[in-house]
């Protein structure tokens, strides 16, 4: 069985899901891919330990405290392409980004590959099932730019405003 719980945040309305023992999900309302983990049978659950982790997690990073990733048991959904790039993400500091490309070269030598795409890493950051606790926020362009962000460009302004890589006005 699955269970989500939402929970208020400054990058707006979370829905945070589990297996019970382990988060599974992470997305912000209206976000690209949104619940594209879940399956269709889930159990709404306000008191489960390993979602009030998650939660307390969650205050603690907006509170501008820097948690890992790996205070928490996370079971990403997806295949090994994805989930080499996901863990490659957890590595990437509070208030760091990575480029497309320095992932993919990262992706490249960790699964025994000659060569692999940026392309192709954008759209496993793109399908990060858990967001903010994976970090792809922290991933940008070749050129410096904000792009692709499936919570939208603005959440990822915010989140990297939080995390002061990039100054407030």
């Not at 330990?49 to 501008?64: H, I, N, R, S």
């Not at 060569?115 to 903010?132: D, E, K, L, R």
Request: aromatic share 8%.
């Amino acid at each position: 069985m699955f269970y989500v719980k939402k929970c208020d945040s400054p990058a707006g309305e979370l829905t945070i899901a589990s297996d019970g023992s382990n988060i599974t999900g992470l997305w912000m309302k209206d976000q690209k891919y949104f619940g594209s983990t879940l399956p269709e049978e889930y159990s709404d659950k306000k008191e489960l330990p390993v979602l009030t982790a998650a939660e307390k997690w969650l205050a603690d990073y907006f509170g501008g405290k820097k948690p890992a990733p790996s205070e928490l048991p996370l079971a990403p959904r997806g295949s090994e392409f994805r989930k080499t790039v996901w863990s490659i993400l957890t590595e990437i500091p509070y208030g760091e980004v990575m480029t497309y490309g320095a992932v993919a070269a990262i992706a490249t030598e960790r699964l025994g590959k000659i060569t692999m795409s940026a392309q192709a890493v954008g759209g496993a950051v793109a399908h990060n099932p858990i967001g903010i606790i994976i970090p792809c926020h922290r991933v940008i362009g070749a050129d410096g730019s904000m792009t692709g962000y499936a919570g939208g460009i603005d959440k990822k302004i915010t989140l990297l405003q939080l995390e002061g890589f990039i100054k407030q006005p």
